[in-house]
């Protein structure tokens, strides 16, 4: 039964964190934790198990979506491997951190980010872009499938600054960065919503390695879960990202943080009732 539950988790975290970018484990952690710590569905499941499931599940959903981006060509590799950079140091030292959290801790800690993140997601539209990043930065240019031009562009410093604080969020709660780094680049840096996505499932990719290394050698890896779970994320990443590529995610992008504002309140509560 758990194997079944487990595979439906990861094909939905694959559909959704490929379409908009996110990386698949801010459902896989919360839809997890709810199964196997609240419910019981899941035996023998911890907060470190749950991370380190979701962050060997991502090195599967970031190639299976970077690949289908590589072809669409919406992948800005330069950036992505400077944000890679900047988010190593953060995602071994928040890797360090989570052995040290127990249920309850994770479970509010994680509500209070997944709260954070949704209410990011609701003002984002009424965010004006902070253009000063771009003006100091290296400029780009990009122009869409609709002949839409974008220029966009950051300082190298204040990118490997941001990214060292989305590694440690990614290493602690196992949540690939996306999630966080999708916003800020379109709202800081300016970048076209659909070089956003590409780019940042390229580098969700590349730290899930360096990720899932740091848990495999704190033993936080249920090897026998991660059956099912990456065929499901792999083949659930592909689909998200050839969605991509035809629809507009801003419906999803609706249901996804009224989700996470709902599964933050769920987290917050269980985390201080625990």
Do not use: C
């Not at 499932?201 to 495999?216: C, D, R």
């Amino acid at each position: 039964m758990e194997y079944v539950l487990l595979a439906l988790v990861g094909l939905f975290s694959g559909v959704v964190g490929a379409l908009v970018g996110l990386g698949g484990g801010i459902i896989l952690v919360p839809a997890t934790l709810f199964l196997g710590g609240s419910i019981g569905l899941i035996p023998g499941i911890t907060p470190q198990n749950v991370v380190g499931l979701s962050v060997i599940m991502m090195i599967f959903t970031g190639l299976a979506s970077t690949l289908t981006f590589m072809k669409a060509r919406t992948v800005d590799y330069r950036s992505a491997l400077i944000f890679f950079v900047g988010s190593v140091p953060g995602t071994i030292l928040g890797a360090w951190v989570n052995k040290g959290l127990d249920l309850p801790s994770f479970n509010l800690y994680f509500g209070i980010l997944l709260i954070m993140l949704s209410t990011l997601l609701m003002v984002r539209k009424y965010i004006k872009p902070v253009k000063w990043f771009v003006n100091n930065g290296k400029k780009k240019t990009f122009t869409d499938t609709h002949g839409k031009n974008y220029v966009y562009g950051y300082p190298v410093w204040f990118a490997l600054i941001l990214t060292f604080g989305v590694g440690f969020a990614s290493g602690l709660f196992g949540i690939g960065g996306g999630s966080i780094i999708v916003p800020a680049m379109i709202l800081l840096f300016l970048f076209p919503p659909h070089v956003a996505v590409g780019t940042s499932m390229f580098m969700v990719f590349l730290s899930a390695l360096v990720n899932s290394a740091s848990h495999i050698s704190l033993g936080n890896v249920p090897w026998l879960y991660t059956l099912p779970v990456i065929p499901a994320a792999f083949i659930g990443a592909k689909i998200g990202a050839t969605l991509n590529q035809r629809i507009k995610s801003e419906t999803l992008v609706v249901a996804l943080r009224i989700i996470l504002l709902l599964l933050g309140v769920r987290s917050i509560v269980a985390g201080l009732m625990g």
